[in-house]
């Protein structure tokens, strides 16, 4: 059985300010949707994501909120949409295309 991963997202700011959620579960997508957002989670280096200040700051800029959990590991953390690590943007695309 594949590792259990969770992401979850709440943006906001922006020009528009229009809020989006999303929240991406592996055990509750369809298999291909499940498979890569695990491909795209096991990418992700928790312990860098800890150790590195993610400035917030910035007008009309999108303020990302995320809850991530891949196995028994968690973040959580808030990344501005000019200091968003590349290793984070893969995922932010996914759950920007299942957001409501």
């Not at 992401?7 to 020009?15: N, S, Y």
């Not at 917030?56 to 891949?70: I, K």
């Amino acid at each position: 059985m594949s590792e259990h991963v969770r992401a979850e997202l709440h943006r906001t700011g922006g020009f528009t300010g229009r809020p989006l959620s999303a929240v991406a579960d592996s055990r509750t997508l369809p298999p291909a949707e499940s498979a890569r957002l695990r491909q795209v989670m096991s990418t992700l280096d928790f312990a860098t994501l800890r150790s590195t200040r993610h400035p917030t700051g910035g007008a009309d800029l999108f303020r990302y909120d995320l809850v991530l959990t891949r196995g028994d590991d968690h973040w959580r953390g808030t990344v501005s949409q000019a200091s968003v690590p590349p290793a984070l943007q893969p995922l932010l695309q996914l759950l920007a295309g299942i957001a409501h």
